[in-house]
Structures are given as C-alpha cells and as structure tokens.
C-alpha cells in the first residue's frame, strides 16, 4: 500500500483521493476453481518502462478509488489492466486510468484479476466484480445500473469476454451479491487483444455478441500487432446492431496507457470522455 501512494505521489495524483482508497477481497472463502493457497500478488523483477507489473494473482481484489467528494456522476467503472494474462501493468493501465477516471467524477475499481494464465478464473472475477460493485453502491453513491468496465490488451479480451457472457453462469453463487445481473453497463476495449481467434482471423468464437451486448468504445491502431481485434470486434457489434464507437489511428503501438509522449496514448482519454457522457447516461 505504502508503495503504491509513492507512485501516485510520483505521478502527480492527488494523495487524499488515494487516502479513501480501499481494498475489497471478491470471493470470501475458496476462490472458485483456484488451487493455490491466497496470497497477496507479487510483484516481477521486470521494472521497465515504469511499469510495476504483478503475478500470482490467487485471490483476486478491487481497489477501490472513490470520486472527489462534489464530483461524483454517480458512475462506476472497473478497470482491468492488461499483461497478457501472464501479468498486470498495474499502474500502468490500472491505477493512473483511476486516476484519470477520478477527475472525471467517476468512481474507479482497479481489478486484480487471477494470473498467469487463468482465463476461465479472470472472466470469473470479473462476473463477480460487476456484481459486488452494484451490491455495494450505495458506499459510493453510485446508481447500481451504471457500473461499466474497461480494460487494456488483455484486460480488453477480459472487458469483452464480460460484455458478451455475463449470461453464463461460470460459478457457483456464494452470496446475495451474485444474484445480481453481471452485465456491465457499457464497455470499453482499448488496444484489445485476442478478439480475432477465429478462422482467417475473425471474431473469436468464445465471444457471443448479440443485439443485448452493452455499447463498446474501442481504440487501437494500425501498426498495432493486436490491432485487428478491434477491428473484428467492431464489425461483429455493427452487425448485432449493438451502439460502438470505434477510433483506429495509424501509430502508437500498444501497451501504452495514457502517458504523454504517444500520439495514441495522448488520444485516446478525450475521445472516450466524450463517449462516456452518452454511454454512460
């Protein structure tokens, strides 16, 4: 905890707002399909680029970042940073979007989802986020109706994957919390991965997209390896009639959250803020 209010300090974020941050464990006894032993996430030797990247996730948490006091919009949006399911660039695509999110008056949940390589838990700890969130949103004065999620590389397969199967029951109930619908509000996939599984490179068949899939916002580029993901995943939402939004520039690359000196990476918050006041109505 300690090492991460010197990291927010570092990056100019406001230290109160980090003061009121919290943690909440999502499952309070076994966690569903794990094997190991809880313990809290440990953090990789590989420190490159200023990204603190975490692993062995066995038991799963939201860090909770509320909306300054007078600024609230009564909007909550979990944040799933990415790492290929290996890993999570905390900080990177998790705590300094909170950040971000917070000056906006939106409520942000940084997800520490179960890696490495534990898809089928990930899309469980996101099902049961969404849900949490809306359990407890009278904490944060949020409208339980308006919890939406977002994610970066991999946690942009995750978004998706949660968008599109929250109707598939993936664990056993454990609480009242999980009667709750696991549909997020509205998505948001920026430089997805993964999304274009399918043969000749079309949709991945996992992802089930219909006219009842949540508005997406979606941003990648063309010299992105992962870039065609946005693209399928746009096409497959236009078809399905579902309202999506997508921004595919020319350069940026991937993996590089909102930190100046990327064209891309400068792009994209403005645009998605505007997105937010529509979708997230």
Known sequence: M????????????????FAQQRTIHLWPAAVPGETAAKQAAKTTADGSNNVTRLTDVTDPILEVFPAPAGNSNGVGVIICPGGGYSILAINL????VAAWLNKLGYTAFVLQYRVPKKE???????????????SRAAEWNLQPEKVGI????????LTARAATLYNVNTYTPVDKADSLPARPAF?????????????????TPELKVNSATPPLFLFATADDPYGNSALVMAGALRDAKVPVELHFYANGG???GLRNGNTAGEA????MEKWLKTAAK
Do not use: C
Not at 120 to 134: F, K, P, S, T, Y
Not at 150 to 157: I, R, V
């Open 187 to 203: 998505g948001a996939l920026i430089y997805p991965a993964y999304l274009d599984k399918g043969e000749n490179r079309t949709l």
């Open 254 to 256: 991937h993996g590089y």
């Open 268 to 271: 994209w918050p403005a645009l």
């Open 93 to 96: 695509e998790g705590y300094e």
């Open 2 to 17: 300690k090492q991460i209010g010197i990291l927010l300090m570092m990056l100019g974020v406001n230290t109160a707002i």
């Open 150 to 157: 977002m994610g970066f590389s991999a946690g942009g397969s």
């Open 120 to 134: 089928a838990g990930a899309l469980q700890d996101a099902q049961r986020a969404i849900r949490l969130v809306r």
